[in-house]
């Protein structure tokens, strides 16, 4: 069987050091390299990135500047198609720029005349109706549309896209594998991960702990912080009532390790009554950040992607929403966040906690056949992408 190479341009907000997103691109690398093994189709990925020397260090691959329009054409151009990767990219919550950047790549592509795929993404919010007409033209022109939530198939479907144009398929972060030297998740997740935590060792003191270990994800979001003193609250409380060890886990660096230890000023003396505390420190590979997660008892998280690691791991995750994609990732669990950054309630947190650490063999027993489901499902674009490439060679 004769082997042929494909160049695909991967679109997404890479290079930011924001470790779910690089999630997001590590994800589609690995699951494309998987699925082009089963063809006879080699993928050679050109990411566009806003620091393409890191992320050729990073992942191995070609990296273009993202902002510099002569290389992102020229890398359209000999390539044979775009993705345009994960992640809420066209949204308009934290700006007006990224949904006409996003979209302004994929119409490039079909301008020269390349498939487009929209991998996984999750749509909005999108407050301003001007961007409305300027999706429906790019989506409806793209050879594969995937995203990651009802929500989103129900936006584009209010565009005029039809029901079978969309796949609702999980987010492609489900799918990351750990690194390679620790052992494999799936049905013997509940013992693999009691023999990761009976070896735990915290590179903070470089001691053993036999504490629960509860994940902590946050980022700064209410003006006046409520959002983080309503969470100090929670943790003091569940310090209280037994001894923990909070691992705070910053996801876009610098920004969250300030929010992390912003929180973590508010905690007073709670390592006095037995507890311990920690940070990763500069951590931007999406898989070391994964095996910090995979060793945690349970994850706390604002960010998304904590959660999403979370479950891909089998660990319980406690969302506290600012934005609806938490809630409608939690709903895929058939869970709902403990509580949203403008209402959210210190005693209902540490409560939540309290019970799923108590009954943690039972989320495992009643999520681990759903979670290994949406983890196989998460390869779903990758399939079709490649099968595309197959019947179009």
Known sequence: MVTTSQKLVISGYYGFRNSGDEAVLKSILTALEEESQRSNITIEPIVLSGDPESTTAMYGVRSVHRMKLKEVREALKESDGLISGGGSLLQDATGLKSIPYYLGVIKLAQWLKKPTFIYAQGIGPVNRKIFNPMIKS????????????????????????????????????????????????????????????????????????????????????????????????????????????????????????????FLMEMLGDVTSKGSEISITEDLTD????????????????????????????????????????????????????????????????????????????????????????????????????INYLGRKG
Request: hydrophobic share 40%; charged share 25%; proline share 6%.
């Open 138 to 261: 790019v989506f409806k022109a793209c050879t594969y549309v995937s995203v990651r939530d009802e929500q989103s198939a129900d936006y584009l479907r209010g565009l005029g896209l039809q029901w079978n144009q969309i796949h609702v398929v999980p987010d492609p972060v489900m799918g990351l594998p750990l690194p390679e030297t620790k052992v494999e998740r799936g049905e013997g997740a509940v013992s693999a991960n009691a023999a990761t935590q009976a070896n735990r060792v915290e590179p903070s003191t470089g001691g053993h702990t036999k504490l629960p270990v509860i994940g902590v994800s946050v980022r700064f979001w209410e003006s006046d912080r409520k959002e983080l003193t309503a969470i100090a609250a929670g943790l003091k409380k569940l310090c209280s009532k037994r001894a923990v060890h909070l691992r705070f886990l910053p996801f876009h660096l610098p920004v969250d390790e300030q929010a992390s230890r």
């Open 286 to 385: 999406p898989q070391l950040m994964l095996e910090e997660v995979s060793k945690c008892d349970l994850v706390i998280g604002m960010r998304l992607h904590s959660l999403i690691y979370a479950a891909s791991q089998y660990v319980p995750p406690v969302g506290i929403s600012y934005d609806p994609k938490i809630d409608q990732f939690l709903l895929r669990l058939d869970s709902e966040p403990a509580g949203n950054t403008d209402t959210l309630d210190g005693n209902k947190l540490a409560k939540t906690v309290v019970g799923l650490l108590d009954q943690r063999s039972q989320w495992l027993k009643e999520h681990e056949v759903s979670i290994t489901q949406l983890k196989q499902e998460a390869r779903v674009p990758a399939q079709q992408i």
